[in-house]
Every structure is written in structure tokens, then in C-alpha cells.
């Protein structure tokens, strides 16, 4: 019965291990997007703020 028991607990920490490495590298990934996403439209907004902010030519 104790063979049973560890064979368990070495199948789940083998699926815990798996599920990290494949979690781990993909939340990193969606971070980094997200924030060099978020980046990007706030330079955007900032440059059409100072388009705003200038007088017009005509």
C-alpha cells in the first residue's frame, strides 16, 4: 500500500513540475506583452497630446 501512495505523490509532483514549466514561461510572455502594449499607447497618447498642444499651420 505504501508503494501505491508514493507512485502517487511522484505522478503528481511530476504533473505539478509540468504544469510550472509550461505556466511560468507563459505568464512571463503575456506580462511582457501586456506591458510593452500598455507602452505603446501611452507614448501614442502623449504624442497626440503634443500635436494637440501645437498651434496649427495654415
Not at 504533473?15 to 509550461?22: D, E, P
Amino acid at each position: 500500500m505504501a508503494e501505491s501512495g508514493a507512485l502517487f505523490f511522484v505522478l503528481m509532483a511530476g504533473l505539478a513540475g509540468s504544469m510550472a514549466l509550461v505556466y511560468v514561461p507563459l505568464r512571463i510572455f503575456l506580462t511582457a506583452t501586456s506591458r510593452s502594449r500598455r507602452l505603446r499607447l501611452l507614448q501614442r497618447i502623449r504624442r497626440l497630446r503634443d500635436e494637440l498642444a501645437q498651434p496649427l499651420d495654415s
